[in-house]
Each structure stands twice: as C-alpha cells, then as structure tokens.
C-alpha cells in the first residue's frame, strides 16, 4: 500500500481558478443519482496551467466547455482539464450511488431520506470541483425527484421555483445569494413532519423557520424550534449579528458522523441534537440542543459569511464558535456549572490530546486526513484562546474587535491571523506574543511557589511556566497567560481579585500590606487551559470551598481535595499501608450537602466525584489497578460519611420538578448505592414512580455501579418500554457498557446481534462500542487484553463502513503511554494488527502511525 502523505500550511497557495457561480442539477433515483454540474470558470493570474478538480467514488459521464465536448484526464482522484480559456462555462456531468454511500460523506441514504454531508471534503463525492474553503461560489440548485417518496426537496438559500412534473416527479429550485465554499452545500429531499415558526429580526424582516423531523417526532421538534429563536434573539443582543436568508431550516436525520452541520439556512442535525420530550429526554439531552441549535446558527456569520482559507484555519471558526455558544449557554443558565463542563472537557479530553500521538496547535502545521483535525484541540482549546482574548480586551474591546473582523471580511475566506489582527487593531492591545497559542501545541504547565514576609507585610508569588516537548517541536517559547487570583484572609472576606498578565518564563508578582498570610485561590475560572502545580494544603482548599467569590474556584477545591486523597492512597497501597482519608475532607463534602447557599447544580458538580479517566489525566503514567482500590475507597468513605445527609437530600428532592434538584438527587442516589445494595429498592422506587427520563436514567446510572437482580429487572422494563425509540436505546446501551463488571466484554459483543444496534449508524457505534472503549475505563484496561482486542475488532470492521466513524473510537487506544509496560504492549500489538489491515484507510493510518512513532 503506498504510503498517505501529508500536507502542509507552509505550502499553501492560492487556487489557479475561481469558480464565481454554479448550477447543480440533481436528478434523485433509485440506486443511481445523476448530477449535472454548470460552472462559471475564471482563470486567476497569468499562467497556462490545466484546471484540476478533485473527485471521489463518481462516475463520470461528459465534461464541457462553453457546449462542446472538452480534452480531459482522469486521474486517481482527479479531473485534469485542458483549456486555453480564462473565463468560461464548465459542465460535467456525473452519477452516484447514494444507497450504497456507508461512509456518510457527500451525498447519501438516512433512512429513505436523501442527505448531505460536505464538511470537509465530501462534495467532491458529488461532483468534480475545485473541493476547498477558499473558493466561494453562487449556488443555484435545481432537484428532481419522485413526489410521493420525497415531497421535501430543499437547499441552501429561499427557494425560488417549484412545480410538478410528467409520472408523478417533481421539482424545487434554490438560490443561496451569498457565494459560499463547497463544504457549505447542502441538499435534503424525504418525507418528513414539519414544525413551522417565524421569527421577526431586528431590522423587521420576517425569518420563516421550519423543523424537519422524521414522521411521528413532530412532538419532540418543539424545544429544538425554541432554541432557535433563542440563538436569533441573542446573536442579536449580544453579538449586533441579524439573520440574512428569508427561511432558516433543520434537518434531523439520524445517521450523521458529527453531531450538526452548520450548512447555509439548511442545517442537517443529528436525531440526538434535535428530538426532545420530558419521557425521552434528560435535562441534559435539553440542554445539549439548546448548545448545538445554538452553535450551528452562530456559524452563520462565524463560519459562512467569514469562513476559513483552508482547513489549517478550521478553528477560526470552530474555535470562535464554541466561544459563543458557551456565552449563550452561559447567558441563558448557570454561568459557573456551564463553565465547570468546559473545564472538564478541557481536562478529561484535551489535556490528553495534548499529551498523546495526535498533539497539536490549534491551527495545525500538517494533515494527512482532515476529519482527524475534528478535535477537542481546535473546537475547545480553540474556544479557551478566544475567551483568553475576551479576557485580555474586555466584553467591550472584543465586540469592537468582532465589528472590525466582520467588516473587513465578509464573504471573504480568511486566517487566524485576520482574526487577531482585527482584535488587536480594534483594541489597540499588542497581541503579538498571544499569538503563540496558535501556533504552539502541548498544555504549559504553571508552577506556582508563594512565599510571605510577616515582617514586611509582603505576599508574593512566583509563576513559573514550562509547555512539555510534543511531536511536532520540543523548544516552546513562553506564552501570555491571563491567570487569575484571588487572595481571601483567614476570615473569609476577599482581599485581592485580579488577572495578573503573566508573559515570562518565570515572573513574580508582589502584593503589599497584607497584615496576615493570605490563602490563594489560583487559576479561577480555569483563566488559561493550562496545568496548575501548587502544593495546596487540605486546610486551604477547604478554606477555597468555602469562602472563595468563584463558585467555580470552589469546585476546582473540591476536585483537588478528592484528587489528592486518591493519590495519596495509591502512595499508600504501594507502600503496603493501611488507606486513609482526612477527617476534614469528609467534612468539606458534609458541608456541601448541608449549604444552604449553593446553587443545586453547583452542589450536583461537586458531588459527581471525579472519574477515573480525569484523574489518569492528572499524572504522566498511574498505577492503574492500585487507582481503582483507592478512588473506590475515597468514594466509599465520602459516601458513608455523609449517608444520612445523602438520604435526607433524596427524599427531600423526591418530587421535586427542576432540573438543577434533579440532577442533585441523582448524584446522591448514585452515591448512596455505592456504601450498600439495599438503597436498590429507592432506586427501583424513583424508576418506578418517574415522570421523566432524567429520573428513569438516574436510577438506573446510580444502579449500574454494579450487577445486581434490581438492575436487571429494571434494564429489562427500560428495553421493553423504549425498544422502538433509538435514541433512547442508546442510553440503554451506553448502560451495558460501562457497567464495571468482569463479563461486560461478552455482553456488549452479544448486543450486536440486537436490533437496536447497528455498525452503520455512527450514533450506535459511539454509545455501545465507544462507551466501552472511552468511559469503562477498567474494563477496557483489562490486564488480560480482551477490550483492547474487542475494539481493534470493531475498529477493522469500521474501517470498510465508516472510516471517520473508525478513527474517532480508536482514541483510548492511541493513548498508551500512561499505562504499565504490559498494557503499553497489549495496545501497540493492538495497533500494529490495524497498520496490517489491507485497505487502510487514510483517517486510521494517520493516528496508528503517529502514536507507534
């Protein structure tokens, strides 16, 4: 097999040709889909150079210049035409297979429905076409297809003719008037249920919005629509930012690879983005639509009418985009909790990215395949670099910057580096050492040393920063980092709370009249992603529990004192010691339970004991099986010592309806059911008596710690009720596969055989054979082997179907070195039998290979 090569963002070069405008003409049949391509060509700069168009799995049928017949090659992957021209019309014309189109890219089958999925370089599935972000055309699109079986024919852009055809077909034409890139394509034509609105802007045009859901769902569309209009509303308000197009459209389709696309006035969401009721849905299936209905509009402007050169640039607008639907999210709920779920991705997911074979900036230097730059790097890093900026500017100076950056480049394809400039031109702030953070992969790492003076009256700490070698480069220069303090005395009351502009390898800060030894919340709000080390004492993270002003400050506390009780019984089983836990700490947790100041949801997150992948993201290699004897036990004793205040939260919680006190009792059940089996019964009680899923769900998660008869009975109810609803089914998987027990393997393997499974569908694959993989940790670590060999299995099985789909579960796999030598080997065998499959393809050869180098 010849080798993938990769690309690279110094090689970058502007395209030979723009197209100005395109013509598509779909005729939609059976089996075979006939595509006829009309082009504006215009040759840019002096050059003789062959017009290249890239393709993939099509069939090509004519190709011509203004109406004759054209001099072409094929080639692998490529249409090489021959011209003289410099301006001209371009037709080819092409067939495919949308039936047979497993990989979910281009133009493909959902359940009877036709749709697409151009992002980032589907389209050339479609047609031949200069398939890149920097060449922004005027879509027209005219779709033919059988009335009866699809009588929804949609695209981008207002629809601008219809009408019925000879033997029962018939037509829709759409017009986008904004020139776009080819990845913003999009087409959609099926039998769906439809939810109508509109929305009125602020310059008084009226927006109509439309839902498309698959029949029967229409009930569940209501909460997605809702989200819409709260997006508009708040883009406006907050942004200045007003919808363009006179209809905006979601898709729910429910085999997608990502979770939503952001294509021009046509979205096409995943089913799990979209379809929501109380029976179904959990407080967090609500919320999460809220966040991606919410992200997918934002792109609107973020993204289509400002979009990227290349895909170097990708988070330029998925960086700046996840920002925004964090400040919307933050807007319209707790600002504290929704930062805390940033916080955790950043430190369960992206840390480790950082750390392993695929480290890398967010604006990459190389790719070998696109879709395995769909991180949490670029998205979710990108977003902290945006918010960093926000931090350093101001709300004020970062919309004047967001002003600048619109009015310079609308419809323009552009670079991180435009972005900036506009933020630093608006702001008149040297960005120039901030750049960095672009451009340099790996997490830095903070050591903080305090030091006081009690003659002098005189606190002062010393910041030293240091960003760990990556594959990419090992010499990092040091980087701007807001970091952000607050000093609170022994009394409780705050006396210093800044962000201190830390830029030097090691800088000291120096706070003066300080009459006592002050305790240091460091870091709050998680004000730069990067890894805090200072020796905090139990005494000065209980004392951060409970007086620091950040109620984000006072989880990072509580996280650090079960983190540290964890540690330091591993320290002590190696040691052959009897295990431990720190009368206080069981104190400091008590004290949450009983607080009558905490918000619900705040208390929920302190509660949710950290995982075990987020303390294996903590240290550069674990004692794996010591961890699991020790988190338990840390687990255990917090339970029973605070089981009466456990149990009294449960039952006062009981019946009531709001999600912040269901997601409390929740975590309490979970909790008590970890002390004794015989809290099952209140578990069954709450399934048995729910209204909704969140508390169906919750029981059973809290009953999943561990086989037991009332789980399977419950299990088996749960099946029976929700057997023809998948994304329900989904939860029910998710369920099986992180249950920490010895015969998990077994049963997730005999769950392929069940119909509500499928390798086909990505949404399938993530919540069995995904959940395995990346959320039971111990089972998958098994010493024997078995999860690693069970998901290499399914992983040669994917690479046929679905390759993206293949290299996105493979992640737990790639990260081997934290773990014994034994594990390490067991997984490199692993990816060594992957690297021999025949027909690799280029999304699983890039990762296997970097993370065996």
């Given at each position: 097999?010849?080798?993938?090569?990769?690309?690279?963002?110094?090689?970058?070069?502007?395209?030979?040709?723009?197209?100005?405008?395109?013509?598509?003409?779909?005729?939609?049949?059976?089996?075979?889909?006939?595509?006829?391509?009309?082009?504006?060509?215009?040759?840019q700069g002096n050059h003789n150079d062959s017009l290249v168009l890239v393709g993939d799995e099509l069939t090509l049928l004519s190709v011509k210049i203004n109406g004759a017949a054209a001099e072409y090659n094929q080639l692998a992957g490529e249409l090489v035409i021959e011209t003289s021209l410099?301006?001209?019309?371009?037709?080819?014309?092409?067939?495919?297979?949308?039936?047979?189109?497993?990989?979910?890219?281009?133009?493909?089958?959902?359940?009877?429905?036709?749709?697409?999925?151009?992002?980032?370089?589907?389209?050339?599935?479609?047609?031949?076409?200069?398939?890149r972000p920097d060449v922004l055309a005027v879509y027209t699109v005219r779709i033919e297809a059988d009335k009866q079986a699809f009588p929804y024919l949609l695209s981008n852009g207002n629809l601008i003719e219809s009408g019925e055809l000879d033997t029962g077909l018939h037509f829709a034409k759409w017009h986008d008037p904004f020139p776009k890139?080819?990845?913003?394509?999009?087409?959609?034509?099926?039998?769906?249920?439809?939810?109508?609105?509109?929305?009125?802007?602020?310059?008084?045009?009226?927006?109509?919005?439309?839902?498309?859901?698959?029949?029967?769902?229409?009930?569940?569309?209501?909460?997605?629509?809702?989200?819409?209009?709260?997006?508009?509303?708040?883009?406006?308000?907050?942004?200045?930012?007003?919808?363009?197009?006179?209809?905006?459209?979601?898709?729910?389709?429910?085999?997608?690879?990502?979770?939503?696309?952001?294509?021009?006035?046509?979205?096409?969401?995943?089913?799990?983005?979209?379809?929501?009721?109380?029976?179904?849905?959990?407080?967090?299936?609500?919320?999460?639509?809220?966040?991606?209905?919410?992200?997918?509009?934002?792109h609107n402007w973020t993204g289509n009418r400002?979009?990227?050169?290349?895909?170097?640039?990708?988070?330029?607008?998925?960086?700046?985009?996840?920002?925004?639907?964090?400040?919307?999210?933050?807007?319209?709920?707790?600002?504290?909790?929704?930062?805390?779920?940033?916080?955790?991705?950043?430190?369960?997911?992206?840390?480790?990215?950082?750390?392993?074979?695929?480290?890398?900036?967010?604006r990459p230097e190389s790719v070998i395949e696109m879709n395995n730059f769909y991180t949490v790097t670029v998205y979710n890093k990108g977003a902290e670099v945006i918010r960093m900026m926000h931090t350093l500017l101001g709300e004020a100076a970062f919309q004047q910057g967001m002003k600048l950056y619109f009015e310079r480049h609308d419809g323009q394809a552009v670079t991180c580096d435009d972005f900036v400039a506009a933020m630093e031109d608006a702001s008149k702030v040297d960005l120039t050492q901030f750049r960095r953070w672009y451009s340099q992969a790996g997490t830095p790492q903070v050591d903080v040393e305090e030091h006081y003076d009690e003659q002098a009256n005189v606190y002062q700490l010393t910041l030293s920063q240091m960003t760990p070698a990556t594959p990419d480069k090992t010499e990092k220069l040091p980087l701007h980092i807001p970091f952000d303090v607050e000093l609170v005395d022994v009394d409780g009351q705050s006396i210093f709370n800044k962000v201190l502009d830390f830029t030097e390898a090691k800088q000291v800060f120096t706070f003066e009249g300080l009459k006592q030894k002050p305790i240091a919340s460091l870091l709050q709000n998680f004000s730069a992603p990067v890894k805090l080390n200072f020796n905090y004492s139990v005494e000065q993270l209980v004392h951060i529990m409970r007086f620091a002003n950040s109620e984000v400050a006072k989880w990072e506390a509580s996280v650090s004192l079960f983190s540290q009780s964890v540690w330091q019984n591993i320290d002590k089983l190696q040691?052959?010691?009897?295990?431990?836990?720190?009368?206080?700490?069981?104190?400091?947790?008590?004290?949450?339970i009983l607080s009558q100041e905490l918000d619900r949801a705040l208390m929920a997150e302190i509660l949710s004991l950290t995982s075990a992948n987020a303390l294996i993201e903590q240290k550069s290699s674990?004692?794996?099986?010591?961890?699991?004897?020790?988190?338990?036990?840390?687990?255990?004793?917090?339970?029973?010592?605070?089981?009466?205040?456990?149990?009294?939260?449960?039952?006062?919680?009981?019946?009531?309806?709001?999600?912040?006190?269901?997601?409390?009792?929740?975590?309490?059940?979970?909790?008590?059911l970890k002390i004794e089996k015989s809290y099952g019964t209140l578990a069954k009680a709450q399934f048995e008596s729910a209204q909704n899923m969140t508390d169906s769900l919750g029981a059973l998660t809290a009953l999943n710690c561990e086989s037991s008869a009332i789980r399977d009975e419950l299990m088996a109810k749960f099946e029976s009720q929700w057997a023809k609803t998948p994304l329900v089914?989904?939860?029910?998987?998710?369920?099986?596969?992180?249950?920490?027990?010895?015969?998990?393997?077994?049963?997730?393997?005999?769950?392929?055989?069940?119909?509500?499974?499928?390798?086909?569908?990505?949404?399938?694959?993530?919540?069995l054979i995904g959940a395995f993989a990346a959320g039971n940790t111990f089972e998958f670590h098994?010493?024997?082997?078995?999860?690693?060999?069970?998901?290499?299995?399914?992983?040669?099985?994917?690479?046929?179907?679905?390759?993206?789909?293949?290299?996105?579960?493979?992640?737990p796999l790639i990260q081997f070195k934290k773990f014994d030598l034994h594990r390490q080997e067991l997984m490199k065998n692993e990816l060594q039998r992957i690297l021999a499959i025949e027909g690799l393809s280029k999304d699983l050869y890039e990762k296997v290979t970097k993370a065996l180098a």
């Amino acid at each position: 097999m010849s080798q993938p090569q990769a690309k690279f963002l110094k090689d970058y070069q502007k395209p030979k040709f723009q197209i100005s405008h395109i013509d598509l003409d779909f005729t939609l049949a059976e089996k075979l889909t006939q595509v006829v391509a009309t082009s504006k060509v215009i040759r840019q700069g002096n050059h003789n150079d062959s017009l290249v168009l890239v393709g993939d799995e099509l069939t090509l049928l004519s190709v011509k210049i203004n109406g004759a017949a054209a001099e072409y090659n094929q080639l692998a992957g490529e249409l090489v035409i021959e011209t003289s021209l410099d301006d001209f019309e371009l037709q080819i014309v092409t067939q495919l297979d949308p039936e047979a189109n497993s990989s979910l890219e281009g133009l493909y089958m959902s359940d009877g429905a036709y749709c697409t999925q151009c992002e980032a370089e589907g389209f050339r599935r479609i047609t031949y076409f200069l398939d890149r972000p920097d060449v922004l055309a005027v879509y027209t699109v005219r779709i033919e297809a059988d009335k009866q079986a699809f009588p929804y024919l949609l695209s981008n852009g207002n629809l601008i003719e219809s009408g019925e055809l000879d033997t029962g077909l018939h037509f829709a034409k759409w017009h986008d008037p904004f020139p776009k890139p080819a990845y913003l394509f999009a087409l959609v034509a099926g039998d769906f249920d439809l939810l109508e609105d509109k929305f009125t802007t602020c310059s008084n045009r009226q927006v109509k919005l439309q839902v498309f859901v698959d029949k029967g769902n229409l009930s569940k569309a209501h909460h997605a629509m809702a989200s819409l209009k709260k997006s508009m509303s708040w883009d406006e308000s907050r942004f200045n930012l007003e919808y363009d197009l006179d209809i905006y459209m979601i898709v729910a389709v429910d085999f997608f690879n990502m979770g939503a696309m952001e294509n021009k006035g046509l979205n096409v969401f995943n089913t799990k983005f979209v379809l929501a009721d109380k029976a179904s849905a959990t407080d967090d299936d609500y919320h999460g639509i809220e966040s991606v209905v919410g992200h997918e509009y934002f792109h609107n402007w973020t993204g289509n009418r400002v979009t990227c050169r290349d895909w170097f640039q990708l988070s330029l607008k998925e960086g700046l985009t996840v920002f925004r639907d964090q400040e919307f999210s933050s807007d319209l709920g707790s600002r504290a909790v929704n930062r805390i779920h940033a916080i955790k991705v950043m430190k369960n997911q992206q840390f480790a990215e950082d750390s392993g074979p695929m480290a890398h900036p967010i604006r990459p230097e190389s790719v070998i395949e696109m879709n395995n730059f769909y991180t949490v790097t670029v998205y979710n890093k990108g977003a902290e670099v945006i918010r960093m900026m926000h931090t350093l500017l101001g709300e004020a100076a970062f919309q004047q910057g967001m002003k600048l950056y619109f009015e310079r480049h609308d419809g323009q394809a552009v670079t991180c580096d435009d972005f900036v400039a506009a933020m630093e031109d608006a702001s008149k702030v040297d960005l120039t050492q901030f750049r960095r953070w672009y451009s340099q992969a790996g997490t830095p790492q903070v050591d903080v040393e305090e030091h006081y003076d009690e003659q002098a009256n005189v606190y002062q700490l010393t910041l030293s920063q240091m960003t760990p070698a990556t594959p990419d480069k090992t010499e990092k220069l040091p980087l701007h980092i807001p970091f952000d303090v607050e000093l609170v005395d022994v009394d409780g009351q705050s006396i210093f709370n800044k962000v201190l502009d830390f830029t030097e390898a090691k800088q000291v800060f120096t706070f003066e009249g300080l009459k006592q030894k002050p305790i240091a919340s460091l870091l709050q709000n998680f004000s730069a992603p990067v890894k805090l080390n200072f020796n905090y004492s139990v005494e000065q993270l209980v004392h951060i529990m409970r007086f620091a002003n950040s109620e984000v400050a006072k989880w990072e506390a509580s996280v650090s004192l079960f983190s540290q009780s964890v540690w330091q019984n591993i320290d002590k089983l190696q040691s052959k010691q009897a295990m431990y836990i720190d009368p206080r700490i069981l104190d400091a947790f008590k004290g949450v339970i009983l607080s009558q100041e905490l918000d619900r949801a705040l208390m929920a997150e302190i509660l949710s004991l950290t995982s075990a992948n987020a303390l294996i993201e903590q240290k550069s290699s674990v004692d794996l099986d010591n961890l699991a004897l020790a988190r338990e036990f840390v687990v255990l004793e917090i339970a029973s010592g605070c089981e009466d205040e456990l149990l009294a939260m449960v039952r006062e919680l009981q019946n009531v309806d709001e999600a912040s006190s269901r997601a409390l009792k929740n975590v309490c059940l979970s909790l008590l059911l970890k002390i004794e089996k015989s809290y099952g019964t209140l578990a069954k009680a709450q399934f048995e008596s729910a209204q909704n899923m969140t508390d169906s769900l919750g029981a059973l998660t809290a009953l999943n710690c561990e086989s037991s008869a009332i789980r399977d009975e419950l299990m088996a109810k749960f099946e029976s009720q929700w057997a023809k609803t998948p994304l329900v089914m989904d939860k029910w998987l998710v369920l099986h596969a992180t249950l920490n027990s010895g015969d998990c393997i077994n049963t997730v393997l005999s769950l392929f055989q069940h119909d509500a499974f499928s390798f086909h569908n990505p949404n399938r694959v993530r919540s069995l054979i995904g959940a395995f993989a990346a959320g039971n940790t111990f089972e998958f670590h098994r010493n024997d082997g078995a999860g690693y060999s069970f998901l290499t299995d399914a992983i040669i099985k994917l690479n046929i179907l679905n390759p993206q789909v293949a290299a996105r579960i493979i992640t737990p796999l790639i990260q081997f070195k934290k773990f014994d030598l034994h594990r390490q080997e067991l997984m490199k065998n692993e990816l060594q039998r992957i690297l021999a499959i025949e027909g690799l393809s280029k999304d699983l050869y890039e990762k296997v290979t970097k993370a065996l180098a």
